[in-house]
Structures are given as C-alpha cells and as structure tokens.
C-alpha cells in the first residue's frame, strides 16, 4: 500500500517556473514530475560509482629536452611555435 505525505520544500522561483512549464507540456503535475525527478535521483547514487581502469604506455620514458625541467618544461615545449 502506497501511503502520501504532505511537505514543504523551498525551490527557486526560476526552477518552478520551468518544472511547471514542463509539467504543463508534458501534461503532467508538478507532484508527478517531482516524483520522478527525486526517483531518478535517488536511483543513481544507488549505482555504484563507474569503475576506472587504468591505462599505462610502454616507451622510452621523458624525451631528453624535458627530463630536466620538469612541468614548466613540458608545457614549454608544449606551446612552443604557438606564441601570444
């Protein structure tokens, strides 16, 4: 069984405004689309959080013109012939 409670939330004036012109578009009430939003809401920060695999490259290590100067260097050369 589906029971209801009453509450009172704060939203900008700019933010319902535009729900219940989607509401109305969308020929919804603004109880519906709040609903659905706060579902979808609390449905994704179920999920766990992506898992990020890391991603390595084999080669030769730093080029000889950057091994010395560290960051400043790389950025350096990086921008180097693209000068403001």
């Known amino acids: 069984m589906v029971t209801h409670m009453k509450t009172t939330i704060e939203i900008a004036d700019t933010l319902l405004a535009e729900a219940r012109q989607v509401a109305e578009r969308d020929g919804t009430t603004l109880r519906e689309l709040v609903e ?28 000889p013109d950057v091994v010395e100067g560290g960051w400043e260097r790389i950025r350096e050369k990086a921008y180097e012939g693209h000068g403001a």
């Open 36 to 63: 659905s939003g706060l579902r979808a809401c609390l449905e994704q920060r179920q999920r766990p959080p992506a898992r990020v695999r890391l991603v390595t490259f084999k080669g030769k290590g730093l080029h």
